[in-house]
């Protein structure tokens, strides 16, 4: 095939300009091949313009021969500079572009390319997220191939050397029809030689999918997604290093597999050959300063007196749409908790877990952690369902899980037209570092709930790959996949449990002298309520705080609902949703480092909680994992109180929250608190004011004073 000189020459001045020839001479050496050497060439569209504005169109429109035209320049350069071995034939250098940016116009969105018929055949750029990958399947990378005939100038070494190129199917690359050009004779494949590879395919859906599902009547949810995927072909280094649920953006171009005419490309399923896929990373809310506002500053400095007044009073003001303030007061509090933790994750790199940096449990139990898991128990299902749903609205990801049509963990099944398994994800997979709401756990089925309670256990959703399909996909050979697919949960999980479908039959868990029980486990298992971080129970043990809350909340719907305006906006609510969003935003810059204070009062609080229930007393253990939750607790409320330090104050928040989580489940506190989910207008300064700050005084002191006594660790807290 016959290059153009300017082409050659624009080539050859973007690799001696902005390549690393010695680098990329190492990188071929290192290939498995001692026949074909593969070398990655990194191409910057931006920079090849200022050389040769041909050139980069011959990229982008004609992709097959713009590689030639690199594998030619970076073939003489090597030879001639003598940094790889003495090569035969240009096709012994197999040179991979990888397209690192593109032009806004090659951009297309997945809904458009659905609908439209026929993609242009040149290099297009697509945003999406990935609904499911399959298992990575061998292909024939390159093939050496030789003629019979020993006197034919065909039988010459490495004469025929066949290179995979971007559409191509296996049967391009390997067939018993080659014939020599020289004499005719079928060729014959040196399989030994044969180099191959792993191909994985993917399903991309738009990343606004909860919208376009929302469109969709009489159908279900997993049915809509797969109709509305596009399917990209990975091939190499870009199989590695996928997650279900996160958002990427592929470079490739169009190919159409099977195709027998041009005038049937209308009938065939098109699929994207992936060129380079890199993960998107979220940007900034421009609409979110990132400067603290004059109510946030002058809120801040009011409750300057308290290091837990700030928060209370946030929580005080979040959510004044749904229910009135105070009302549902502690769990609007795990919910800005979680919020924070949900937000710091998406921005967290590998290793910063500063929550988990001082104890070796918690990184070993917690090492996929993507947010606080929240479990709500009240009678009244529909005010929790609004409320979590609420607070979703405050995540940059959140997949609202429907129990009768959406499958939570994920399926595997067989591909029909690439014959791959594909691994799909479902309700837990696809809000990469945001939020699952998972609606009323009770009604969950009891094998969906043992496995609820795995998934949270090891954070990760196990998917088991039938080994017969597995050899089949590897051509008849011993299976390489025996071992199943593990996907890390990378998403916080709310739920609520509907305390009127307890069966009263049952006894509860724990010893019921202790005082009254909330949860037991007629309405969830111990194990699967253990794995939440926060478990809350959203009613008061006073009838009087009930029927105050009950009246609070008709009150305000009837005032809309007599209104010409609905606004359930309270006036009193010191922040709205704009300032709690940039507060949420701004906690989750913080990165809290623990004090040393602050890691003893957990350590020793968890030992010496273990200690005392574990006694015939209280008679229920507390789990392993219980000292993670507090930890993250604690991080996220010196978050949200905007400190980069987690002091002995946001420790204690934090046990205050755990013990009423056991309070909740079991009816019984080592530290005799009392579950207060609400509180009335007249005694505000009880719960946000110094009269609480009085209140946490004291049950800090108290706290220090148990673990002295119970955890037996010295008296560096007595006074």
């Known amino acids: 095939m016959e290059v153009n000189v300017q082409f050659l020459e624009g080539a050859l001045s973007y690799v001696f300009l902005h390549c690393d020839l010695d680098h990329m001479a190492s990188q071929a050496k290192s290939g498995v091949s001692p026949i074909v050497y593969r070398v990655l060439l990194p191409l910057s569209i931006e920079k090849l ?50 397209i690192n940016d593109a032009p806004d116009h090659c951009r297309v969105s997945i809904r458009d390319a659905l609908q439209i018929r026929r993609l242009p055949a040149r290099i297009i750029v697509l945003e999406g997220k990935i609904y499911s990958k399959s298992v990575p399947v061998q292909y024939t990378q390159s093939a050496h191939y030789m003629c019979p005939s020993l006197s034919c100038p065909g039988s010459a070494p490495y004469r025929y050397i066949r290179l995979h190129c971007p559409g191509a199917s296996e049967a391009d690359t390997i067939q018993s029809t080659f014939v020599c050009d020289y004499c005719g004779e079928n060729l014959e494949e040196d399989v030994k030689s044969r180099v191959l590879s792993d191909r994985c395919h993917v399903q991309l859906i738009a990343s606004d999918i909860s919208r376009m599902l929302e469109e969709e009547e009489g159908e279900s949810s997993s049915t809509v997604v797969w109709h509305r995927a596009i399917t990209v072909i990975l091939r190499d280094e870009l199989v590695s290093s996928l997650t279900l649920g996160q958002n990427y953006r592929v470079v490739g171009q169009p190919v159409f597999e099977g195709e027998e005419s041009p005038s049937q490309r209308a009938h065939l399923v098109c699929t994207i050959e992936a060129n380079n896929i890199s993960p998107v990373v979220t940007a900034h809310n421009p609409t979110i300063s990132l400067a603290v506002n004059d109510r946030l500053s002058k809120l801040k400095l009011a409750c300057a007196y308290s290091p837990w007044a700030f928060p209370a009073t946030v929580a005080y003001s979040f959510a004044g749409r749904i229910c009135p303030p105070g009302v549902f007061h502690r769990l609007k509090m795990a919910l800005l908790l979680s919020l924070v933790s949900i937000e710091s994750s998406s921005r967290k790199s590998d290793g910063d877990d500063a929550e988990e940096a001082f104890v070796e449990e918690a990184s070993a139990i917690n090492s996929h952690r993507h947010g606080l898991h929240i479990l709500s128990i009240s009678p009244d299902d529909m005010m929790q369902d609004r409320l979590l749903q609420y607070g979703a609205r405050f995540t940059s990801s959140c997949v609202l899980h429907n129990q009768s049509n959406s499958d939570l963990f994920g399926t595997v099944k067989k591909d029909t037209a690439s014959g791959c398994t594909l691994v799909s994800a479902g309700s837990l997979s696809l809000p990469s570092h945001g939020l699952c709401l998972l609606g009323n756990a009770s009604r969950c089925k009891k094998d969906v709930q043992t496995r609820l309670q795995q998934v949270l256990e090891e954070d990760a959703i196990t998917h ?135 890691q003893d009062l957990i350590r020793s609080f968890y030992m010496a909680s273990r200690r005392i229930r574990s006694s015939s007393a209280f008679g229920t253990d507390i789990s392993a994992t219980a000292i993670n939750s507090m930890t993250s607790v604690a991080a996220a409320h010196a978050a949200l109180c905007l400190r980069n330090e987690v002091t002995e104050d946001d420790a204690t928040a934090a046990i205050l929250l755990f013990e009423e989580a056991m309070v909740a489940c079991y009816g019984s506190s080592v530290l005799n608190v009392i579950s207060q989910p609400h509180f009335r207008d007249d005694n505000l300064d009880a719960y946000l004011g110094e009269e609480h700050c009085t209140r946490m005084k004291m049950f800090q002191k108290q706290l220090r004073h148990f673990c002295v006594v119970q955890g037996g660790i010295g008296n560096q807290w007595e006074e």
């Open 49 to 98: 313009t200022g050389l040769s504005g041909d050139l980069c169109s011959l990229v982008l429109h004609q992709f097959e021969a713009a590689t030639r035209t690199f594998q030619i320049v970076c073939f003489t350069a090597f030879q001639t500079l003598g940094l790889l071995p003495p090569l035969n034939a240009v096709s012994q250098l197999c040179v991979v572009l990888r």
């Open 464 to 598: 088991g790959i039938p080994e017969a399909s597995d050899r089949r996909q590897r051509g008849g050979g011993p299976a390489s996949h025996k071992q199943p697919v593990r996907l890390p949960l990378q998403c916080a999980v709310w739920s609520y449990a509907d305390e009127s479908s307890r069966k009263s039959s049952r006894k509860p868990v724990g010893n019921s002298a202790c005082g009254k029980t909330y949860f037991d486990q007629a309405c969830l298992s111990k194990a699967l309520v253990d794995r939440f971080d926060i478990v809350l129970s959203t009613q008061s043990g006073s009838s009087v705080a009930e029927d105050y809350a009950n009246r609070k909340i008709c009150g305000m719907f009837l005032e809309a609902g007599c209104s010409d305006h609905v606004d359930l906006d309270h006036s009193d609510c010191l922040l709205d949703e704009a300032d709690i969003a940039q507060l949420i935003h701004l906690a989750a810059d913080q990165k809290p480092l623990f004090a040393q204070g602050s």
